[in-house]
């Protein structure tokens, strides 16, 4: 096993000593780093993106390959023969197939959401994946009040007659109008809070429901709280959802929470079609005249253009966009820049920021502690006692102090160390100055 290498210099070579499900956490003060930017990256970008975005990828010393029609089985293809680094895709979807394929380091979701790639795939193969959160929250809380308004003014019933050649002032004089109506929010992130803004410059009151949210948090934002989604839509005009798709959101918008829900009232969805149960959704629109505004459907084409066929759009209650929440030029100008940020730090120093599938907590059930003159070759020999008593380590932070004299290495096990195994680790190198095994569950 060749590990000779400094405690400083380990993150740049710990992969070829053989550990598996090792984790490296470098000091943040002490990031490693190359500024002559000698390491050429390739990105293959699989979707439509920003000239500024690939200009400033090719920039930072990336080779760029872009296509935007890559899907399916052309974008295995593509990463197979491309034997790209990185990968960055707007909706089209990461499959396990596509992980196998090629050398991928990284998966970059340039926009908010990630449940069009494989995570769960991804990690298994310690291929990191980032999004862009935040970047397109204006755009999206905009497309959602322009909803709501076309909603209540019936606009796209309106421009359909005007161009029919129908005058029909008469049944669209009728509108409820925002002034006094009141806004639920499910979901506060950073789009749900772009919406109170908004809901409070039309003079519209706003109760909220997220898993983070309490009374304290409520009252500073100056919405009323609400413990449940149930409570949000029985006290509401308008329910907005705002949730990312994960296990506990699929379906959260049922029968239930339409049951409650005023006749005649409004639900706006432009997070995930798979949040609402689309047969209680069909149901409630016949029964309870329910309106939807929907920028999400349950059988999206998977390609920009193509055949749309959901029996939804064919009420007259609904109006649709074709998911184009985050599709404003501002929005995709934010989001350009923040995944040419992510590859730079990623190429730079090795550490992807947004990262979504790093372990929060690892099977480690031991540490240990080894506090050691920096070195060569002090943390080889410390990981060859390891690897001799089969305990594989599970994640590692090494932390050099003041002036490279020395360092500390806390590095967790799935397993303890015999006393044995201690000793021959404290005492077969005269640069370790001491060392410790905690037990942590």
């Given at each position: ?29 002490s990031?490693i780093?190359n500024p ?12 439509k ?10 920039e930072?010393?990336c ?17 197979a ?6 990968l ?28 069009t790639?494989d995570?769960?795939?991804a ?9 862009c ?33 129908k ?5 669209y ?19 749900g ?44 005009d ?15 918008i049922n029968?239930?929470?339409f ?13 995930r079609a798979?949040?609402i ?14 309106r939807?505004g ?6 999206e ?14 009420l ?6 074709h ?33 979504v ?7 480690a059930?031991?540490?240990l ?11 080889a020999?410390?990981?060859n ?6 305990i ?7 932390i050099?102090f ?6 500390i ?9 015999k ?23």
């Amino acid at each position: 096993m060749d590990c000779s290498v400094t405690s400083s210099d380990c993150g740049l070579r710990i992969a070829d000593c053989g550990f598996d499900k090792l984790k490296l956490l470098l000091n943040p003060q002490s990031e490693i780093r190359n500024p002559k930017s000698a390491i050429t990256m390739k990105v293959l970008i699989a979707d439509k993106f920003e000239e500024s975005g690939i200009n400033g990828l090719r920039e930072i010393g990336c080779e760029v390959i872009y296509n935007a029609d890559l899907k399916d089985e052309s974008l295995v293809k593509a990463i197979a023969e491309s034997q790209a680094d990185v990968l960055v895709v707007r909706s089209t979807r990461v499959t396990e197939a596509m992980l196998d394929k090629g050398r991928l380091s990284l998966v970059v979701r340039a926009g908010a959401g990630f449940n069009t790639i494989d995570v769960k795939a991804a990690s298994a193969r310690g291929v990191y994946v980032s999004n862009c959160p935040g970047k397109n929250s204006i755009a999206v809380a905009e497309l959602a009040f322009a909803l709501i308004l076309s909603l209540d003014r019936r606009i796209a019933d309106n421009v359909a007659d005007l161009r029919a050649g129908k005058w029909n002032k008469k049944e669209y004089s009728n509108a409820r109008g925002l002034y006094g109506r009141t806004v639920g929010l499910i979901g506060l992130g950073q789009i749900g809070r772009e919406m109170i803004q908004r809901a409070k410059a039309f003079g519209m009151d706003v109760v909220g429901w997220s898993r983070s949210l309490t009374p304290e948090s409520a009252a500073e934002m100056g919405i009323s709280f609400r413990q449940t989604i149930i409570e949000v839509a029985h006290d509401c005009d308008i329910l907005s959802l705002h949730l990312a798709l994960a296990p506990d959101t699929r379906g959260v918008i049922n029968a239930d929470v339409f049951e409650v829900m005023r006749p005649g009232s409004y639900i706006i969805n432009t997070s995930r079609a798979e949040i609402i149960d689309q047969s209680a959704l069909l149901q409630a629109i016949k029964t309870k005249g329910i309106r939807a505004g929907l920028d999400v459907f349950a059988s999206e084409p998977a390609s920009a253009t193509g055949e749309f066929s959901d029996s939804v759009v064919q009420l007259s209650n609904v109006y649709g966009t074709h998911h184009i929440g985050a599709s404003t030029d501002q929005a995709q100008e934010a989001i350009a820049t923040e995944t040419v940020r992510i590859i730079r730090t990623f190429k730079e120093t090795g550490k992807v920021p947004n990262v979504v599938n790093l372990s929060e907590q690892t099977p480690a059930t031991h540490l240990l502690i080894v506090r050691h003159r920096d070195r060569p070759g002090v943390l080889a020999h410390v990981f060859n006692e390891i690897k001799a008593a089969n305990i594989n380590v599970q994640e590692m932070e090494n932390i050099v102090f003041a002036g490279a004299e020395a360092a500390i290495a806390r590095i967790g096990l799935d397993a303890p160390l015999k006393d044995v195994t201690l000793v021959r680790i404290r005492d077969a190198n005269s640069d370790i100055i001491e060392i410790k095994l905690i037990q942590l569950k």
